[in-house]
């Protein structure tokens, strides 16, 4: 299996500008769970989906934030419009619930907000 | 939810086992102890998790107390590779809202 797949790997924007960061999970993976990790705050659990549904998004910072699940193989977290405290990497992650309680994280996307 | 405290650095030198402690004093009956490591740039990987019995598996060894307030995490033969951040995280099995990372012990493994 290839593991969760994220891209872009690197984002470098600008202020104001729209910023969307996509995730595929394992295949056979009904739980997808985004993160956000800073020097500051650690790892922080931003939002997550059930079989595509969002279930929990209390994590998401403000209105800026928003993820869809369209379909079970692809995730999407956009930032509109982004600030610079804004930079950090998101992680993707995802897990089996019928198998374990195990979540695998993808490589992550270093977003910096100029 | 039981919080973790973790040195915020060790050292081990290669071909030695690490041994990773983790406070967990006010860790509930229902509470699992789990252990993620995180390798400069990459993402969080699972090592291993336990209730109250030691557990091991093909990456390390976990002994969790018998009142439950400790665990440590083994790493029998530390290679290189093992350098990295690891965190020990006390949650309630399934409970996704739970995966608190906190600051971790960065383990650096010297030649």
């Known amino acids: 299996d290839a593991g969760v797949i994220q891209s872009p790997r690197h984002e470098v924007t600008e202020m104001g500008q729209e910023v969307t960061l996509r995730c595929k999970p394992i295949s056979g993976h009904d739980y997808l769970f985004w993160y956000r990790q800073t020097m500051m705050r650690g790892l922080e659990l931003l939002i997550y989906?059930?079989?595509?549904?969002?279930?929990?998004d209390s994590g998401m910072p403000e209105d800026r934030f928003s993820a869809k699940m369209p379909n079970a193989s692809f995730s999407t977290l956009k930032i509109q419009p982004s600030e610079p405290r804004d930079s950090a990497v998101y992680f993707c992650?995802?897990?089996?619930?019928?198998?374990?309680?195990?979540?695998?994280f993808g490589p992550g996307t270093r977003l910096t907000v100029l | 939810d039981a919080k973790t405290t973790q040195p915020t650095s060790m050292d081990c030198a290669e071909g030695r086992a690490a041994n990773l402690p983790c406070n967990h004093s006010t860790i509930s009956g229902n509470e699992y102890v789990y252990w993620y490591r995180q390798i400069h740039s990459q993402g969080p990987q699972y090592i291993i998790h336990?209730?109250?019995n030691n557990e091991t598996n093909e990456m390390a060894s976990l002994i969790i107390t018998e009142d439950r307030k400790s665990s440590t995490l083994i790493l029998p033969h530390a290679t290189l590779r093992d350098t990295a951040v690891y965190y020990c995280i006390v949650r309630v099995l399934y409970n996704n809202n739970d995966m608190r990372f906190g600051a971790g012990t960065r383990l650096t493994v010297k030649p």
């Open positions: 992650a995802s897990r089996n619930s019928a198998r374990e309680d195990t979540q695998y």
């Open positions: 989906f059930n079989n595509n549904v969002p279930i929990d």
């Open positions: 336990g209730l109250k």
